[in-house]
């Protein structure tokens, strides 16, 4: 339990270690373009709250926050971000002016410190690699819900899918020409699949399901087709005493079909053992090369943390997985393409994808916290953080004050009136942009929340029936 705990607790040091860096690298970028081009640097911060520690060197305060998340530069002569850095020592009156082109070069540098250290996260991920599994690289149909609208129009495991509403797709999951968000993006009424089967191509079109929530606050369901991707059915652990054990199953082997029928996917054999725990399966085993049939009945087996037994056999599937390496101009451009997907697709009138569906600071420190835990969890980590300062670049790039892209715009409204700006009216737009922009952010928390673990267990009931239908048991 103590070393359970400790564990905890150095998985959250590390996801607040990396989080700083993202945004205390952005904060640097500003801080470095502002000596540069002789702005008054008030003060530079790590951290929120009240300071721990303060010193004032060369002129400029520099801090240490109560409150571990984030930093700040404060930059008097630009836009007031009072609201954020608290009031300024000094009349910002007093100050000499600034050119709208040094605003300019301040505001970009955040963004292009974020850019370039996701390169350097990039060429990092491009030498170590990261772990990924067969769903990356396959666009194969591997197990089909019995709720599915893909079965009413005849799609089969085994199926590979070409083109989803007309986009080409390379793999099934993830934002990048794949299967999952080609459909989530889909905005007409049916969804056209193309596939090959048996070498030849088909089309159909397919009606996307939507689950309905139970209760006003649960994210709103996206669409979807209820399929999973094919992976290899491969034992990673058999039970002792169990009816896989007693039939002769070894770590290693692979489950190629149940009662004569082919399987993709560990998810065929859950759902027979499921639905039929009374009757034996006579399974076909692939082992070394050779296959074999065994007979299994299942049993009630109950796992940690369940209440009640289910049937089973007794046996933990293998996670098939490689190391990639792409490069960092791949990995820059999907991750500049799935900032600009989303975006489009949250601004989209007709998509089902809203502000609900994105990930806050509580989603994000969610993932970390998983990928930390994981075996090669630091090389997903690396991903991830590719990803987010991409992603962190282009939003501070959007032409909303308080942002660094709404500096750039009074930058550029400054120079085209060739005098600055009012200071009280910026004020103002500030102060009613930050309330915005929080109450953005506390609203995209308030769904993050929910899935915790601990707050995911005490909603489980007001799940969707579709997200229950993915909650397979290990057979």
């Known amino acids: 339990m103590i070393l359970h705990i400790g564990r905890v607790i150095l998985v959250v040091v590390e996801v607040l270690i990396i989080f700083n860096l993202l945004i205390v690298v952005h904060e640097i970028g500003h801080f470095l373009a502002a000596r540069w081009r002789g702005l008054y640097v008030e003060k530079f911060g790590i951290w929120f709250g009240k300071p721990i520690w303060k010193k004032k060197i060369n002129g400029v305060q ?90 009413k129009v005849g799609l089969q495991p085994g199926d590979n899918i070409v083109e989803v509403d007309g986009k080409p797709v390379t793999r099934f999951l993830g934002m990048n020409d794949s299967v999952s968000w080609a459909v989530v993006r889909s905005e007409g009424e049916t969804i056209p699949i193309k596939f090959e089967r048996d070498g030849r191509v088909r089309t159909v079109d397919v009606e996307p399901y939507r689950a309905e929530s139970r209760a006003w606050f649960r994210r709103k369901s996206i669409r979807q087709l209820l399929i999973l991707p094919a992976e290899t059915p491969i034992i990673d652990k058999v039970e002792p005493n169990s009816p896989a054990a007693a039939a002769g199953l070894h770590k290693s082997d692979i489950i190629r079909a149940i009662n004569g029928q082919k399987i993709y ?5 859950m759902e027979q053992t499921k639905n039929h725990p009374d009757e034996p399966l006579t399974l076909q085993v692939e082992r070394d090369g050779k296959t074999f049939e065994v007979q299994v009945k299942p049993v009630p087996m109950k796992m940690e943390g369940e209440k009640e037994p289910k049937p089973r056999i007794g046996i933990a599937w293998d996670t098939k997985l490689t190391i990639s390496h792409p490069t960092p101009f791949e990995l820059i451009h999907n991750s500049v393409t799935s900032t600009l997907n989303t975006l489009g697709a949250v601004i989209s009138p007709k998509s089902d994808v809203g502000l609900q569906h994105l990930s806050g600071p509580v989603g994000i420190g969610r993932i970390y916290f998983l990928f930390f835990e994981s075996e ?98 290990v057979p």
Not at 67 to 89: H, N, R, S, T
Not at 265 to 269: D, E, K, M, N, V
């Open 62 to 151: 520099y801090s240490l926050g109560s409150l571990p998340f984030g930093g700040f530069v404060a930059l008097p002569q630009l836009a007031p971000m009072d609201i954020i850095e608290g009031k300024a020592d000094i009349d910002r009156e007093a100050l000499p002016p600034v050119s709208a082109l040094d605003k300019i070069i301040v505001a970009i540098a955040g963004p292009f410190f974020s850019f370039l250290l996701a390169v350097v996260f990039a060429v990092i991920v491009w030498v170590v690699g990261y772990p990924v599994s067969e769903s990356d690289v396959t666009t194969t149909i591997g197990y089909i819900m019995p709720e599915s609208p893909a079965t």
């Open 265 to 269: 996917s560990p998810a065929a054999l």
């Open 376 to 473: 090669r969890g630091w090389q997903l980590v690396l991903w991830l953080s590719v990803v987010l300062n991409v992603n962190l670049a282009i939003l501070n790039m959007l032409p909303i004050p308080v942002l660094d892209g709404g500096h750039i715009l009074f930058g550029l409204i400054e120079s085209m009136r060739r005098k600055p700006l009012n200071m009280k009216v910026l004020e103002y737009v500030q102060g009613a942009c930050t309330l915005l922009i929080v109450g953005v952010i506390i609203y995209i928390t308030f769904f993050d929340v929910q899935d915790l673990p601990f707050v995911k267990r005490a909603l489980e009931k007001y799940a969707p029936q579709s997200q229950k239908a993915k909650d397979q048991d």
